[in-house]
Antibody, heavy 119, light 110 residues
């Protein structure tokens, strides 16, 4: 059974940093791309970032480019999102999603972790 | 990249068919057959319903079908059931190697 479990969310002040993690199991991690998608409270889905299976290619939304960094540790079956220079509009539930095919579609999702940016 | 345009709400009675539209541009929906659809129940994670415009993942009911014409993709739910009441989002690959989601549609079963 494919499982994705996010962690690392919480309350952070504007300008601060946070690192999200996504622990995975139930599939051959290195064979799949992975992505982060966020959802602000009461709002729609927004794609944030993707990384290919080997980690050699990364992609970012303009809204986070230069502030967020996606990475993965294929030995630990884990995905990460380093978030710096956080702003109030980064407040959202952050989902990690297994990404299949190319271009990707997001076929399995975690339950999400809430990031709140506020003073 | 602007969000794809979806109707805010669509409703139907049990057993009826409804269609949700998803309008983009020639830089996303119109140029690629890489549109996917997601169902999200309140407080839950999204679930993949359709990928590559019309492909259905294993385990998804064949009551769900997808299509595309020009810059507009569509999701049709036939034989509407109470469990189909949820938010639905489309998504497309774009010409700048990013992904864009739709504005979301709330489906109500009357």
């Amino acid at each position: 059974e494919v499982q994705l479990v996010e962690s690392g969310g919480g309350l952070v002040q504007p300008g601060g940093s946070l690192r999200l993690s996504c622990a995975t199991s139930g599939f051959t991690f290195v064979s799949y791309g992975m992505s982060w998608v966020r959802q602000a409270p009461g709002k729609g889905l927004e794609w944030v970032s993707s990384i290919t299976g080997g980690g050699g290619h990364t992609y970012y939304a303009d809204s986070v480019k230069g502030r967020f960094t996606v990475s993965r540790d294929n030995s630990r079956n884990a995905l990460y999102l380093q978030m710096n220079s956080l702003r109030a509009d980064d407040t959202a539930v952050y989902y990690c999603a297994r990404s299949s095919g190319w271009p990707f579609y997001f076929d399995y999702w975690g339950q999400g972790t809430l990031v709140t940016v506020s003073s | 990249q602007s969000a794809l345009t979806q109707p805010a709400s669509v409703s139907g009675s049990p057993g009826q068919s409804i269609t949700i539209s998803c309008t983009g541009t020639s830089s996303d929906v119109g140029s690629y057959n890489y549109v996917s659809w997601y169902q999200q129940h309140p407080g839950k994670a999204p679930k993949l319903m359709i990928y590559d415009v019309s492909a259905r993942p294993s385990g998804v009911s064949n009551r769900f079908s997808g299509s595309k014409s020009g810059n507009t993709a569509s999701l049709t739910i036939s034989g509407l059931q109470a469990e189909d009441e949820a938010d639905y989002y489309c998504s497309s690959y774009t010409s700048i190697s990013t992904y864009v989601f739709g504005t979301g549609t709330k489906v109500t079963v009357l």
